[in-house]
């Protein structure tokens, strides 16, 4: 069994941060992430899009944000329980907690804290009647390694930000790119329906508006598509591919949290954010996208935010009666659990005789 001060659910910026936070007071991390790598979102789905609104960067991408936060928590030695998704929570007789994920792995915490986002995500998928046969051997919901597509040919389906990036994105990656969109009218950002457009005038887009993907073939491996045009006199377009790429968004949800007895309102966890960001189950916490209360902002800043305020509360959970003064680290520096210590350099003042 893995024991640790502080079990954190979710290993996105929010989770990342609080082992910084939880560090500073000597308190121990432990993180369980249903992805295969930390960062969460920002790994996972959007890593080379730029975020406008981190403080001290007025731009950063996504996936630079949590390699930062990776360097920044590194003194602190959190361990890490990657690719299996917490499905139970069972109270002890001592107010500790047991947290088991799907795979059987047993967590004991006397803090819990819930930093999962938006919780779980299932992408929306486009209703292609064999499109589950091609998942994996062609079909992908998400970009996760943009070398994937090197030299391959691409067919992106939606009208969003998401697709229109990634179609203007692999553009210089794949040998062909085609963007499929069920209307005329895009939904994404000006700019990139203006890059978009200008992409296909000069043949390095193929743009297919007013249609539709509605069938796949292939063998072991996705070959071709059709897309079907809203225009009967168009007909149908065959088009020979390599990979498929639908985005249409993605579907959050708690998964097994939600049965945990907390108090959920429009599936995101209630919390008291006047005091500690607690939920109704005392030593549980709620911190980042995942939680809701009056005045709740979903962003990135607000969840740093909420895990520097949550740690101190934690840090009494496990340490009643024991006072903690907080030190700014300007002037108590970062002792690492590594042995590592940052702090700035002491004035030698030479007394004068």
């Known amino acids: ?24 007071l000597k ?32 731009e950063i991408l996504a996936g630079d944000l949590v390699t930062n936060l990776m360097e920044q928590i590194k003194p602190f030695e959190a361990g890490y329980t ?36 938006l919780g779980s995500f299932e992408p929306r998928k486009p209703p292609i009647e064999n ?18 597509y090197r030299d391959k040919k691409v067919v992106i389906a939606g009208g969003g930000d998401s697709a229109l990036d990634w179609a203007i994105f692999l553009a210089d990656v794949a040998s062909e790119v085609s963007l499929v969109h069920r209307r005329n009218e895009f939904r994404g950002a000006l700019d ?16 297919f508006t007013e249609a539709e993907v509605k069938k796949l ?28 790429i639908p985005l249409f968004g993605l579907s959050p949800k708690l998964g097994p949290i939600g049965d945990w007895g ?11 954010n006047a005091k500690d960001y607690q939920t109704n189950i005392p030593g549980v916490f709620a911190i980042g996208d995942v939680n809701t209360y ?23 959970l496990i340490n009643p009666g024991k006072r903690y003064v907080m030190k700014y680290t300007t002037v108590g520096g970062v002792e690492g659990f590594d042995g590592s210590k940052k702090e700035a350099k002491k004035e030698v003042v030479q007394s004068i005789s």
Do not use: W
């Open 27 to 58: 308190l121990k991390c432990h993180l369980i992430d249903a992805l295969p790598q930390p960062g969460g979102q920002c790994s996972e789905i959007y890593p080379k899009k730029p975020i406008y609104d981190i403080p001290a960067f007025p």
């Open 294 to 316: 009056e005045g709740k902002l979903k962003l990135i800043l607000s969840g740093f935010h909420e895990a520097a305020v949550m740690c101190q509360f934690a840090y009494q």
């Open 262 to 272: 907390l108090e959920i309102e429009r599936n995101a966890i209630k919390v008291n």
């Open 1 to 24: 069994m893995i024991k640790t001060d502080i079990l954190i659910i979710g290993a996105g910026p929010t989770g990342l941060f609080t082992v910084f936070e939880a560090g500073l």
């Open 131 to 148: 499109i589950n046969d091609f998942e994996d051997k062609g079909v992908a919901y998400m970009v996760k390694d943009p070398e994937v």
């Open 82 to 117: 990657m690719g299996e998704r917490a499905e139970t929570l069972d109270k002890q007789e001592d107010g500790s907690f047991i947290v088991t994920t799907n795979k059987g792995t047993k967590h004991h915490a006397p803090v819990v804290v819930i930093a999962g986002g």
């Open 217 to 244: 073939y292939g063998d072991d491996h996705l070959e071709a598509v059709v897309i079907k045009h809203n225009d009967a006199e168009k007909g149908e377009s065959y088009v020979e591919v390599d990979n498929f």
């Open 192 to 207: 990139s329906v203006e890059k978009a457009a200008e992409l296909a005038k000069a043949g390095k887009i193929k743009l």
